[in-house]
């Protein structure tokens, strides 16, 4: 059954340095998804893009984050100057449509900002 | 303004008997509901899914039920096993974009 995937699953940086999460969405599916969630909160939503844009993103998406579509496979999220706030788990989903279809969910990258 | 709740942090129930998790949603125009399991240190998973021309929609060993009247979502496993226990999250749609929007949690505990 294809799946989504990510790396790293752990990573652990400093205060200030710029980070970048990978993910590989399921390959037919053309609707990409980040969100976050901190140790012990609800996950919560950060960006949604399609056709290599941004469709919508959250309040916690500032200016700091920015995502990419690289090539024909690769989804990244990138966090530019890191902040202590910044330390959650970080999933990617995507869907093979928008709205109203089931989005399934990479197993996170874990990230520790120190 | 949005939120997607749960009733209980926790709940813990005996292997074997039928477990019911409880969900209030605020927006009246979602469209899509979504149940998601999460086991510790891994991504979301996907179990039941129902959208809101239904009030009912049953899997295997699990049921959602949609009441539009009190915007309120329930999941409910028939015959709880420990592999079960997990955190279990309903989300809501709230856009064409595919926006999700989730609640906060339960805690499912099967006691063997």
């Known amino acids: 059954e294809p799946e989504v995937t990510q790396t790293p699953s752990h990573q652990v940086t400093q205060m200030g340095q710029e980070v970048i999460l990978r993910c590989v969405p399921i390959?037919?599916?053309?609707?990409f998804y980040w969100y976050r969630q901190i140790l012990g909160q609800k996950v919560e939503f950060l960006v949604s893009?399609?056709?290599?844009?941004?469709?919508?993103k959250s309040e916690i998406f500032d200016d700091q984050f920015s995502v990419e579509r690289p090539d024909g496979s690769n989804f990244t999220l990138k966090i530019r100057s890191t902040k202590l706030e910044d330390s959650a788990m970080y999933f990617c989903?995507?869907?093979?449509?928008?709205?109203?279809?089931?989005?399934?969910f990479g197993p996170g990258t874990r990230l520790l900002v120190l | 303004g949005e939120s997607v709740g749960l009733h209980l942090p926790t709940l813990s129930v005996q292997e074997g008997d039928n477990s019911i998790i409880n969900c209030a949603y605020s927006n009246s125009a979602s469209d899509y509901f979504i149940w998601y399991k999460q086991e510790s240190g891994k991504g979301p998973q996907f179990i039941i899914d129902?959208?809101?021309?239904?009030d009912k929609r049953q899997g295997q060993r699990v049921t959602v039920l949609l009441n539009k009247t009190v915007k309120h979502l329930s999941l409910q496993i028939a015959a709880t096993q420990p592999g079960d226990s997990a955190v279990y999250f309903c989300?809501?749609?709230?856009?064409?974009?595919?926006?999700?929007?989730f609640g906060q949690g339960t805690t499912l505990q099967v006691k063997p």
């Open positions: 989300a809501e749609m709230w856009s064409n974009t595919g926006k999700l929007i």
């Open positions: 390959s037919n599916h053309l609707y």
């Open positions: 129902i959208r809101s021309n239904m």
């Open positions: 893009f399609y056709n290599n844009e941004i469709s919508e």
């Open positions: 989903a995507s869907t093979r449509s928008g709205g109203g279809e089931t989005q399934y």
